[in-house]
């Protein structure tokens, strides 16, 4: 049984990226390099307004004042941030009106990630804003939303459409000051998706948006909005995946998310950038702020994500618990595998009365991969009556990687209650030996402990991704999921 | 100390601005300006390490509020006095009868005391007890048995990156040396009091060393406490060494006045085999910061380290515990309770490190807090970090208040409101108190926590455990009047 579960472990550790091949579509790049002409160039390829142009030249000379934060439990070469294209577009020909004036090769590699835009458009609704290389390439189901008043676009197009809008919340969340990749993205980004829903809509379909680097030596730096106007709801879902190359890219995003009174939004992420091969060479360093602010009262916003890819992920996707009565959540399973670093978790910070947060977060640790929980939950003095709820759980696979649990609380309310809890362990021999004992195989027991294990999040996705994010399960521990 | 900052000279040409100084300046200076060795000496070993640890201070620096580790404890306060660095040994003469009595009942230990820092003794620096027993002066024991001192001093140390620590090892005059031989059992409890007696402002750099040989046991109790107090800044390290299946039972009890600041670091090494129990009871003080860094390096050793911290005023707590699991089959229990009051603030730092051969490792840690009022604080961060599979670790940390249903039912039954709430608050503190394995020890401990939650207690005037309250046993009374 010992050599059998060493195969199941080398299986698990030789998975390969199925997303890794590139498509050849004609881009038009920005020379190499950061530097003030560069953001003018961005800004004025995307004939961007003026105030824009100051955020990101504010963004832009604040960032040059910080330096690259150190304090993650991860380990990389310096980042030459000079080494790096900045906008990468695939050349536009004309404005595409529908998906047949969209060019073949993208149609094609989006079949290939199983993501065809097609297909989805008619059989499960799903609304999809398709960001290539930082700029957004198609938005589906416009036209549909458009009638209930929701506008889901491009960023770009949201700066020229609604202005007023766009520069109301741009940067409410995360502000250009709020950290160095922030400030780098809020100089830089190049388009993403913009999302609101007015007043007391339901928004009927899921909205999504994929992400793709698909050009070498560029970074992504996109950034999404999304604003829920007072009793709106939505569901938002987001997918990235990235070609296979030896070199290292950088994806520096934002997400800012506004719920305001009675709002409610649902953030899922399948992350699946490409994590580097088996020695460690190559994939995304994923450095991401993520924040979303429930403004108003009742308002509630949840975040689920299933992180397996990319060689480096640095995220903490936060709530700021502004509104009495509000709500914040954090699902979270995340798959580090071979070489790749993880540094993940999440921020609940209680500001209101009565506000509530629950974090439950599932690391999976295998190869030769460092897997961390960094988390920080805060009450300040007026926030009467709060709860939180945080599990953090580690299953190691195999004795050369690592889990970690890096919980930060602190409170200073009397009447509030946090709870803390997290285990780490492997796969216990009782409950395999369990299994087995009733004729269930190694691997399949494994499969079972493994989605038992991640279900508890899982069962957080909407269907269409819990569908996904359990095939991606599968091709990040391969052999060992069922 | 001021203006022996400036040589004679250039005193006319400073004469204009008054210049302040910070205190890494004004230690610079001092270590300038002072040989430091221990009496006799240093061996050259030690003085290796001195030479060392000054240039890791000066790399290090003071710890500040941005530092990783000091999260949450601002000590910029504490450094802003004018402390007076104390170079001349106080000890010798000392009748430390006159100033100091332990007043636990029935309580019959060794009594080993430091004043200012320095050993206290009358005849000799040094004692060998009939069981082969060393007890004495870190100082004098380095010229007598530096082959011995040798294996150990600054071994466990000299790996920590912590300025604080290396500004000790740079420093350190004199402390207290335990060691126990091979097979010896110490039936008498060990006393260490640490002594503060000058009406000045006094910085110290107390430096022991306890060295546990193989199958040998002792219990070690150590107590800090201010006679005459000016503002106080210890800065003290003990290393402990556990040889193997060695055991030591080991209390930290901190009942200090309100304006000093105590930093206490212990590492613990410990060999096969060996056990380790560790507690630190703080009721009372300015700023306490305990480091224990526990370092399982033998297989199938054992470190069970809890901690209790009653806080209020404007008291800041910050415990700090660091368990380095190197060897496979070693078990960790950490739990730490505190109860904060008005202003006080409270910081957790639990750490567990796994590596990756410490397969088969168990290692727990709990930290549970209640917040009294809306202006106390309580930081708690309690890590895990993990190489090897084959392990089992969970961390559990809380923070909330006294149960209100709890509350209820015990006023329901004819218990005011106020009795009622010390009594949750003594059941959720007796979980650590039961954990002290000296009978007497314990009842003292349980009384003053007791006298403390009442709020009778604050530092008392001379030992940690001398109160005034002498044999009386502390019940809890019921207040007629609210029923």
Same mark, same amino acid.
């Given at each position: ?31 190499? +390099? ?34 690259? !934060? ?6 990389? !070469?310096?980042?030459? %941030? ?9 050349? !536009? ?20 990630? +199983? ?26 189901? /416009? ?6 008043? $929701? $506008? ?27 950290? %160095? ?16 829903? !007015? ?31 007072? +009793? ?47 020695? +460690? ?20 916003? /949840? ?23 509000? $709500? ?57 009556? =709060?709860?939180?709820? /945080?599990? =953090? ?7 050369? =990687?690592?889990?970690?649990? %890096? ?27 369990? =299994? ?28 269409? %991704? ?17 | ?88 040994? @106080? ?168 304006? *000093? ?16 129990? *560790? ?12 480091? *224990? ?9 054992? @470190? ?99 149960? @209100? ?13 106020? *009795? ?64």
């Amino acid at each position: 049984m010992e050599k059998e579960s060493n195969n199941i472990l080398d299986e698990v550790t030789k998975g390969e990226y199925k997303y890794g091949f590139y498509t050849d579509i004609e881009m038009e790049t920005a020379p190499k +390099g950061l530097n003030e002409d560069i953001i003018r160039y961005i800004s004025a390829r995307k004939n961007e307004p003026e105030w824009l142009l100051e955020f990101r030249l504010k963004s832009y000379r604040h960032w040059l004042t910080m330096k690259e !934060p150190k304090w993650a439990h991860i380990n990389y !070469p310096a980042i030459d %941030f000079q080494d790096i294209i900045y906008y990468a577009a695939p050349k !536009p020909k004309k404005e595409l009106k529908s998906l047949d004036e969209v060019d073949p090769e993208l149609i094609n590699t989006f079949n290939k990630l +199983g993501i065809s835009l097609e297909e989805q458009k008619r059989l499960s609704g799903v609304a999809v804003d398709a960001v290539i290389d930082s700029v957004s390439v198609k938005t589906t189901f /416009s036209d549909t939303l458009a009638k209930l008043g $929701i $506008i889901f676009c491009s960023f770009s197009e949201a700066v020229q459409k609604h202005p007023d809008l766009v520069k109301q919340y741009l940067g409410s969340v995360v502000p250009h000051t709020d950290n %160095f990749f922030a400030s780098l993205n809020s100089a830089v980004f190049s388009d993403g998706s913009f999302c609101y829903i !007015p007043k007391g809509v339901r928004c009927p379909i899921e909205l999504s948006t994929y992400f793709r680097i698909n050009a070498a030596n560029t970074g992504q730096f996109e950034r999404t909005l999304i604003v829920a106007d007072e +009793g709106a709801y939505v569901s938002y879902m987001e997918g990235c995946t990235a070609p296979q190359r030896d070199e290292n890219q950088l994806h520096a995003a934002i997400v800012e998310i506004v719920a305001l009174k009675d709002a409610e939004v649902k953030y899922s992420t399948v992350q699946n950038w490409y994590p580097g091969d088996k020695d +460690g060479k190559g994939g995304i360093y994923n450095f991401v702020t993520k924040r979303g602010i429930c403004k108003g009262s009742h308002s509630k916003i /949840s975040w689920t994500q299933v992180e397996t890819g990319s060689a480096i992920t640095w995220k903490y996707p936060s709530v700021i618990l502004m509104g009495d009565y509000s $709500i914040g959540e954090f699902y979270s399973v995340a798959v580090t595998n071979h070489h790749q670093q993880a540094d993940t978790g999440t921020k609940m910070v209680h500001l209101g009365r009565n506000t509530k947060s629950t974090i439950i977060s599932k690391g999976i640790s295998a190869g030769q991969s460092n897997n961390s929980y960094r988390g920080l939950v805060r009450v300040i003095k007026r926030a009467e009556n =709060c709860r939180n709820f /945080s599990q =953090c759980d580690s299953l190691l696979l195999g004795d050369k =990687c690592g889990a970690h649990t %890096f919980p930060y609380i602190r409170t200073e309310n009397p009447t509030s209650i946090v709870e803390h809890e997290a285990t780490t362990s492997k796969i216990s021999d009782d409950q395999l030996f369990y =299994c087995q004992q009733r004729g269930i195989s190694t691997e399949s027991a494994i499969g079972l402990i493994v989605n038992g294990y991640a279900k508890e999040v899982l069962q957080h996705l909407p269907m269409e %991704f819990a569908v996904e994010a359990q095939k991606l399960l599968s091709v990040s521990l391969e052999g060992s999921v069922g | 100390m001021k203006q022996s900052l400036v040589p004679d000279g250039e005193k006319e040409t400073m004469s204009t601005s008054i210049q302040t100084y910070s205190l890494t300046e004004k230690l610079t200076f001092h270590h300038g300006q002072h040989k430091h060795a221990f009496a006799g000496g240093d061996p050259v070993f030690a003085a290796e390490q001195r030479t060392n640890a000054w240039e890791q201070f000066t790399k290090a620096g003071l710890p500040h509020a941005g530092l990783e580790q000091w999260r949450g404890t601002n000590l910029d306060k504490s450094f802003e006095t004018e402390y007076v660095f104390s170079t001349v040994p @106080a000890g010798q003469g000392v009748d430390i009868e006159s100033i100091f009595k332990c007043a636990i009942p029935h309580f019959e230990t060794y009594l080993v005391t430091q004043l200012n820092g320095w050993y206290v003794y009358n005849d000799s620096p040094l004692h060998t007890l009939p069981n082969g027993m060393i007890v004495g002066s870190l100082a004098s024991a380095m010229s007598r048995f530096p082959e011995l001192i040798q294996n150990y001093y600054g071994k466990l140390s000299s790996e920590s990156i912590e300025g604080l620590t290396a500004l000790n090892t740079a420093l350190a005059l004199d402390g207290i040396f335990v060691y126990v031989p091979d097979n010896v059992t110490v039936d008498e409890t060990l006393q260490m009091v640490n002594l503060l007696d000058s009406p000045e402002n006094l910085m110290l750099h107390p430096r022991n060393l306890v060295i546990l040989g193989r199958n040998a046991h002792l219990r070690l109790v150590q107590c800090d406490d201010s006679i005459n107090h000016g503002i106080t800044f210890i800065n003290s390290v003990t290393e402990v060494f556990l040889g193997k299946d060695s055991s030591l039972d080991h209390y930290k009890l901190q009942n200090k006045d309100s304006h *000093s600041t105590l930093i206490n670091t212990i590492y613990f090494s410990q060999a096969e085999g060996s056990r380790l129990s *560790s507690n630190a009871i703080s009721l009372n003080g300015g700023i306490i910061r305990n480091n *224990s860094l526990v370092k399982l390096e033998g297989e199938n050793a054992s @470190a069970e380290i809890s901690g209790l911290y009653l806080m209020d005023k404007n008291q800041h707590i910050d415990n700090r515990v660091f368990v380095d699991h190197s060897a496979p089959h070693c078990q960790s229990n950490e739990m730490f309770k505190g109860v904060l009051d008005d202003h006080a603030t409270g910081v957790f730092n639990g750490h567990v490190l796994v590596r990756r051969d410490a397969q088969q490792t168990v290692a727990y840690q709990k930290n549970n807090n209640i917040l009294l009022t809306d202006k106390a604080t309580i930081d708690t961060r309690p890590f895990l970090e993990i190489y090897a599979d084959d392990v089992k670790c969970s961390h559990g940390a809380t923070v909330g208040q006294l149960d @209100a249903n709890a509350l209820f039912y015990i006023r329901s039954r004819g218990i005011s409101e106020a *009795s009622a709430r010390i009594l949750l608050m003594y059941a959720f503190a007796a979980e650590i108190i039961n954990k002290i394995s000296i009978p007497e020890l314990r009842q003292r401990i349980d009384d003053m926590v007791k006298k403390r939650l009442r709020g009778e207690l604050s530092y008392c005037d001379q030992c940690v455990l001398h109160c005034s309250a002498q044999e009386n046993k502390v019940n809890f009374e019921i207040d007629m009047s609210k029923i």
